[in-house]
């Protein structure tokens, strides 16, 4: 899929980015892999580990549309991963988020067109589905963007798909690192939010392969969602540090006592496939004719019923104790 091709990866130097590419490097032969990010830094000392003939480094922010436009000639894909994503950062400084977000998903997109790349997929989370936060509003609109610009390209060759999926074990972002320092530096309870918090799981390795796989089975136009565990917030704490007391100290600023990732507004859109659903799109494309029914590599879905919901204290699977603490083991 990825050999002789040309990768570029907004927001390229995080977590996520920075598996990513490792496995691209790892599995595929690929002519130019084109980090996108702003922060020097990083990419300074991303380059001690990723130093390949084909690697390139692009300094640049996603709210530049001229810089984009450049960073996209002659790349065949993009991953979007460029976002702002801290829940009470962005309800503190909403315009910034939307910047980023909002305006950042429209400057890539124009810039993909306009290159002609191949294919773009957009990294979403689970906080875009019926959202209560500024973060999910944006990613919201992020996610419609890239849904209806398969409209703006019409028959040109760019094809846009979302993933969308939850929080990754072990990730800078997720509470598992500010909980792992607080334990270093000898705390004597965890601080819980809710002690009724669920929250769906995935691993940076799984979110990684669930991306690559999604550039081959996109048509345009679907927003993926894989088939995950979910996890209790009591649960994890006690994983990480048994017997250790907790102490509830309340709710974020914008932050949900459980995650959705198909709302049940959007069951009658929802096909179920083996290890993930698709959220076909709720515009018609006006210039293709897509079944989503089957996918771009042959594997055929079916619709779910229409009062289906995906979310993740109603979720048929839960990680247990010992199940999240060998998860977490294996992952440290």
């Known amino acids: 899929m990825f050999d002789g091709k040309s990768i570029l990866i907004t927001g390229g130097t995080g977590s996520f980015g920075q598996r990513f590419i490792r496995r691209l490097l790892e599995q595929y032969k690929p002519r130019r892999v084109v980090v996108f990010s702003r922060d020097e830094l990083k990419q300074y000392e991303m380059q001690q580990y990723f130093d390949a003939p084909c690697m390139r480094y692009f300094l640049g922010d996603v709210r530049d549309g001229d810089r984009l436009r450049a960073a996209l000639r002659g790349i065949d894909f993009v991953v979007h991963a460029a976002a702002l994503k801290h829940v009470p950062a962005a309800e503190y400084n909403p315009g910034e988020c939307i910047r980023t977000n909002v305006n950042g998903a429209e400057n890539v997109i124009a810039a993909a067109i306009e290159n002609g790349v191949q294919k773009v997929v957009a990294l979403s989370t689970d906080k875009a589905a019926s959202p209560v936060n500024l973060y999910g509003a944006t990613k919201l609109l992020s996610d419609k963007l890239f849904v209806a610009a398969n409209n703006i390209a019409g028959r040109d060759a760019t094809r846009f798909a979302v993933v969308r999926y939850g929080n990754v074990a072990g990730s800078r972002g997720s509470v598992v690192p500010y909980f792992r320092r607080l334990l270093a530096e000898g705390a004597e309870h965890l601080p819980i939010t809710d002690e009724r918090m669920t929250r769906f799981w995935i691993t940076l390795d799984h979110g990684v392969q669930f991306v690559m796989d ?58 179920e496939f083996a290890e993930h659903y698709t959220i076909q799109p709720a515009v018609r494309f006006t210039q293709v004719e897509v079944d989503f029914a089957l996918d771009a590599t042959g594997q055929a879905g079916v619709p779910v019923a229409e009062d289906f919901e995906y979310r993740s204290d109603t979720n048929p699977q839960f990680l247990d104790v010992p199940a999240i603490r060998a998860l977490h083991e294996h992952l440290a």
């Open 214 to 271: 999604s550039f081959a089975r996109m048509h345009g136009g679907e927003i993926f969602v894989p088939k995950l565990p979910s996890i209790r917030i009591t649960d994890l704490a006690s994983a990480l540090a048994p017997g250790m007391p907790h102490r509830t100290v309340g709710i974020r600023p914008g932050e949900k006592m459980h995650e959705l990732m198909v709302p049940v507004d959007d069951s009658r859109m929802t096909l």
